[in-house]
């Protein structure tokens, strides 16, 4: 009850994270549910497991978003407040666990409503059946395997978020102002990790394709072969990425702040440096997609298959989640260092500068990452092509 | 409008301000002459640290008049008196503020730094100034490796080493201890003195206010003679203890 009444005083920002996080769920919630029709309809087909498998991708992104979403959300953020009458961060994870549950159960229902509409279970509405075929219509629904599979993402979504926040610092030492500044975190040591890993997956891609040259893989619902080695490789590049996103961006910062800096260059370098962490996994991630999305419509851009609208659907939720996470990240860092842009604003600092700095900042990471993810990408898709 | 004395560098009169409604300021008056250091004392909540916000531009009054140097702050832009804060006036809070980001030189610095010196010469003036209060040691330190007292300590140099007109000091030893105490508030005053800058002191403590040249006393708001709260009766209704409560 608690996670509800905090939830109608919060701002409609917040309400509008929360609801993209219940649409995210929905379309997970859809696309399971359209691959265990496609099984129930084809009990013979080796291609429902495929389906089934690549189902996961958009599933990993939307609970990547949903823990982000319920580590900027304000209301659960310790409070000296809250934590003064016992809601410290342990009870406080639990209620963001519950908040994330609502949520993505929320649109998983949804899912299941728009699913036996458009199936032609449910009648009265237009469009009943409008798909009836596509999704299998005319063999029963395992009533168990279509409740596990909408139950997949508010467990692992509230799981996730509960554990994540978990580890949050305890809010009553706020109370005694900057007596105890935390800690820096370290530089993050994941550069020789990450490089290694997207070498190894472009290798196993590269090695992949040598047999069957000319034939790209086939996207889900095309084809039934797709080359297990093709994907290994490109999650392992996208592992990769994301390893090495802190470390490059802690790199970009540092680059920002060498050689005699102004007070711009200053703060922007040393601002990032601290935010390698938050920003740079989300944004190699997103790197890692962009990559990928590139390199698929090299492959098959120019085809005569043009691509079905479940992969349309699953395409638009990685994309959507994974630019969606690194925004609420990117929001997260700012609100954390609300405190030092106050005080740099009270010492006289314009805002014109701290506007400036943030403005290098983003520029500095898409003058690293903009041509990072291209080369990536064209290294995936140059094997594939041949 | 009446245009202030010549021999204050701040002047105000008639300060009216609330927060929200909640009472801040009723009708305060002071002049602050040059190079001197004036103590605003009063218990916690009677209007010193709006009085001060007043009185740097962070804050406009809802009523009354702010005069620098015979420039109304009261009718400025806030870009202008943003950049007053940043040109003319420093300010030292009871939490020292710093950008946990940056080193201790590149604290002091920053104000320098903003200002639009160049690196070298910034460093330079930190540098000196951190020698100068016995906190050179640190300077490639981050503030979090530090103590309290030498955090608060690099608070002061930083607003000593843009080499302000005014310094706004508000409770600046309200966090620390008795020996460190001192010891920040001897640096304070004697830098002041010596480079003839003008520190306005908020404190709640006759003993650090007796440092200063001159006190204006705060209760409620409003300037008195002296602070003299009614003598505290005994443990109010404990002779007179009820079951019925």
Redesign the interface.
């Known amino acids: 009850m608690l996670a509800l009444r905090l939830a109608r005083g919060s701002h409609p920002l917040v309400l509008v994270r929360r609801l993209l996080v219940a649409a995210a769920s929905a379309g997970v919630g859809f696309l399971l549910l359209c691959a265990l029709g496609y099984a129930a309809a084809h009990p013979a087909s080796a291609g429902s497991v495929l389906r089934l498998l690549w189902c996961f991708v958009p599933l990993a992104a939307t609970v990547q978003f949903a823990v982000a979403v319920a580590r900027a959300d304000p209301s659960t953020r310790p409070r000296p407040g809250l934590s003064s009458v016992g809601l410290g961060p342990v009870r406080l994870s639990a209620l963001a666990a519950v908040s994330t549950a609502v949520s993505t159960t929320l649109g998983s229902m949804v899912a299941l409503l728009f699913f036996l509409h458009l199936r032609g279970d449910l009648t009265g509405m237009p469009f009943d059946g409008g798909a009836a075929e596509f999704l299998g219509a005319g063999s029963p629904l395992p009533l168990a395997a279509a409740l596990m599979l909408l139950a997949l993402v508010p467990v692992a979504a509230s799981t996730a978020s509960a554990l994540a926040l978990r580890s949050r610092p305890d809010p009553a030492r706020d109370a005694f ?3 105890e ?4 975190a370290p530089a993050p040591a994941g550069l020789p990790w990450g490089v290694a890993l997207t070498a190894a997956g472009l290798a196993v891609e590269a090695i992949a394709s040598r047999g069957t040259a000319g034939s790209a893989f086939p996207l889900p619902g095309r084809y039934d072969s797709t080359p297990v080695a093709v994907l290994i490789g490109w999650t392992l590049t996208a592992v990769g990425l994301a390893m090495a996103g802190p470390s490059l961006t802690h790199l970009c910062g540092r680059a920002l702040q060498a050689v ?4 711009v260059r ?2 922007a370098g ?2 990032l ?2 935010e390698a962490r938050r920003i740079g996994r989300p944004l190699g991630v997103v790197c890692a997609v962009l990559s990928a999305a590139v390199a698929a419509s090299a492959l098959y851009g120019g085809d005569e298959r043009p691509y079905g609208p479940l992969t349309a659907l699953g395409a638009v939720l990685v994309l959507g989640c994974t630019t969606a996470t690194l925004l609420t990240s990117a929001l997260e860092a700012k609100h954390a260092r609300a405190h ?1 842009v106050e ?9 014109a ?1 701290l506007r400036r700095a943030t403005a290098l900042r983003a520029g500095a990471l898409l003058a690293l990452f903009a041509p990072l993810t291209w080369v990536i990408a064209q290294l995936a898709a140059l094997p594939l092509t041949r | 409008m009446v245009a202030p004395p010549d021999n204050d560098v701040i002047w105000a009169r008639s300060l009216h301000h609330s927060h929200n409604g909640s009472p801040g300021l009723g009708g305060v008056s002071i002049g602050v002459r040059d190079a001197e250091i004036l103590a605003v004392t009063g218990p916690r909540g009677s209007g010193k640290t709006t009085l001060l916000h007043c009185l740097s531009g962070r804050l406009v009054p809802q009523q009354g008049e702010v005069w620098f140097n015979s420039v109304p702050v009261h009718t400025m832009p806030a870009r202008v008196r943003e950049q007053l804060r940043r040109e003319r006036f420093g300010w030292i809070a009871s939490d020292p503020e710093l950008v946990p980001e940056l080193t201790v030189w590149e604290n002091t610095a920053l104000p320098l730094l903003l200002r639009g010196f160049s690196h070298r010469a910034a460093r330079k003036t930190a540098t000196e100034w951190l020698e100068r209060l016995d906190i050179a040691a640190f300077a490639r330190k981050r503030p979090h490796a530090l103590l309290q007292a030498q955090r608060q300590r690099i608070s002061v140099a930083r607003a000593l080493a843009a080499q302000p007109t005014v310094i706004f000091a508000d409770e600046p030893t309200a966090t620390l201890h008795r020996a460190d105490r001192t010891q920040v508030l001897r640096t304070l005053t004697t830098a002041a003195r010596s480079h003839g800058i003008t520190v306005v002191l908020a404190t709640h403590d006759a003993e650090v206010a007796a440092l200063a040249d001159r006190t204006v006393p705060l209760l409620d708001g409003r300037c008195v003679a002296t602070v003299t709260l009614p003598a505290k009766p005994e443990a109010e209704g404990r002779a007179a203890c009820s079951l019925s409560v």
């Open positions: 102002g900057s007596e500044l935390p800690e820096p005699r800096p102004g007070a200053l703060l040393r601002v440096m601290n030092t005080a740099l604003l009270r010492m006289g600092a314009p805002a500068v």
